[in-house]
C-alpha cells in the first residue's frame, strides 16, 4: 500500500494536467482566417445585388469571420470607374457604356500579335506578369500563399480568352488557338513562381 506521502506526491504531480485539461475544455476553436474580396471591373464593394451579397452569403455560412470587400471609391460610380481603369495617367475617365463589343480597357489586353507593343508600352498586365524583368517582392508573395485557387467561368464573355482565368493564353503571333499554363513562357521560365507551386501542390484550377 502506497504511503501518505507518496499519494500526496502523486496529487501534486497530477495537479497540473488536471487543470490543463479543463483549461483545454474551455478553449474556443480557432477563428476561421478573415477573407479580404477585391470585386472586378465596373463592381462594387457593397453593391447588395452582387459583392454586398457576396460578403452577407460568407459571412452566414462562416460564423465569426471578418470579411473585408474593398472599397475603391466614395460612391457605386466611383468603385465602377475606378475598378475598370486604376493605372490611367489622367484624372478623368471617358467611358461610353455598353460599347464593350468593340472597346476593351488597353491595360487589361495582352496582344499576342503585337508581342513587343504589349511588352513595351502596358503600364500593369506586363509588370504584374513580369515580363519586362523579374521583382522578385512580387514572386516572393505569389508564393507565399498556401494555395493558389483560380476559377474559369466557362461561360465569361468579358475575359478573352476564358482560359487565361487560369494563367492560359494564346499561342504567340495568332488570336485563335489557346495554349494552358504549363506550356506559357509565365510558367517555363517561373517568372512568378508558378511553376514550383504547381509541382508543390499549391495551384488549384476550378471551372464553373
Not at 495582352?110 to 504584374?128: M, T
Not at 493558389?148 to 465569361?156: G, Q, W
Request: glycine letters at 8%; proline letters at 6%.
Amino acid at each position: 500500500m502506497a504511503s501518505p506521502g507518496c499519494l500526496w506526491l502523486l496529487a501534486v504531480a497530477l495537479l497540473p494536467w488536471t487543470c490543463a485539461s479543463r483549461a483545454l475544455q474551455h478553449l474556443d476553436p480557432p477563428a476561421p482566417l478573415p477573407l479580404v474580396i477585391w470585386h472586378g471591373m465596373g463592381d462594387s464593394c457593397c453593391n447588395p445585388l452582387s459583392m454586398g451579397a457576396i460578403k452577407k452569403m460568407v459571412e452566414k455560412k462562416i460564423p465569426g469571420i471578418y470579411v473585408l470587400s474593398l472599397e475603391i471609391g466614395k460612391t457605386l460610380m466611383e468603385e465602377g470607374s475606378g475598378s475598370e481603369m486604376p493605372f490611367t495617367s489622367h484624372d478623368q475617365s471617358d467611358l461610353g457604356w455598353g460599347t464593350t463589343s468593340s472597346l476593351v480597357q488597353a491595360e487589361y489586353w495582352h496582344d499576342p500579335i503585337k508581342e513587343d507593343v504589349y511588352r513595351n508600352h502596358s503600364i500593369f498586365l506586363a509588370d504584374i506578369n513580369q515580363e519586362r524583368g523579374i521583382n522578385e517582392s512580387y514572386k516572393k508573395n505569389l508564393m507565399a500563399l498556401k494555395k493558389f485557387v483560380m476559377v474559369k467561368f466557362l461561360n465569361d464573355s468579358i475575359v478573352d480568352p476564358v482560359d487565361s482565368e487560369w494563367f492560359g493564353f494564346y499561342r504567340s503571333g495568332q488570336a485563335k488557338e489557346t495554349i494552358p499554363l504549363q506550356e506559357t513562357s509565365l510558367y517555363t521560365q517561373d517568372r512568378l513562381g508558378l511553376k514550383e507551386m504547381d509541382n508543390a501542390g499549391q495551384l488549384v484550377f476550378l471551372a464553373t
